[in-house]
């Protein structure tokens, strides 16, 4: 079942600006926190240099200006990434929530990071960090929505065939016929909130379930 919404409501399920749960995502692992440390140190310590190399001069601010904005690029990188993120979800024209159960349950394997290493003969060969993901494919009374996937944990085990699930849907066809996109997702009964990306603002998403599907 699809229960339109209209876009004022929007904004209380899922914000303009990044939340704490948002941040920790687009922070990333421990490889893209150090790109992050590096870019962050590098630009803040050229800045720094110029602006030393300017003191006197009316460009001086503007330079210790850029230079504080690098050093905090740790902080404003993940926080700017996961705003944009919600804004392009905005960005769509109808939304629904979706109200269906999980037709089908499989895993997959997903490469998540490769490196090149040498084996014993000494040759270079690449090595593949991979990870497990659970693959929920969601249906309702009208047949068959879209799958919505995540990286797996101990809690996943479950989820069963049958489950009820909802989440928000958003497309620009009114029909949500094509080009439908999906938040996370919370199974009631099971108070079990999945998904990769947490779009939304999660007690506010279940507060309005309860209006809409008490």
Request: aromatic residues 12%; charged residues 20%.
């Amino acid at each position: 079942m699809l229960i339109p919404l209209k876009l004022n409501q929007i904004s209380r399920l899922i914000p303009a600006v990044g939340t704490g749960g948002q941040f920790k995502y687009t922070l990333g692992n421990g490889r893209k926190i150090l790109q992050r440390l590096i870019i962050s140190s590098i630009g803040g310590i050229i800045n720094f240099l110029i602006s030393i190399s300017q003191t006197g001069n009316q460009t001086y601010n503007l330079w210790l200006i850029l230079c504080v904005i690098f050093f905090l690029y740790i902080i404003w990188g993940p926080i700017l990434e996961s705003s944009r993120k919600n804004l392009q979800f905005r960005k769509n024209k109808f939304y629904s929530i979706f109200d269906g159960f999980v037709s089908d349950i499989y895993k997959t394997e997903k490469v998540e990071s490769s490196r090149e290493q040498s084996n014993r003969e000494g040759r270079l060969e690449i090595v593949e960090s991979k990870r497990t993901w659970l693959v929920l494919e969601l249906e309702d009374e009208d047949g068959y929505l879209e799958k919505i996937s995540f990286p797996m944990e101990n809690k996943h085990s479950q989820i069963r065939i049958g489950s009820n699930i909802r989440c928000l849907v958003t497309s620009n066809s009114r029909n949500f016929d094509r080009n439908i996109f999906l938040t996370d997702a919370w199974l009631p009964d099971l108070n079990l909130w999945v998904g990769e990306y947490p779009y939304l603002l999660r007690p506010a998403f279940e507060e309005i379930c309860y209006i809409y599907l008490k």
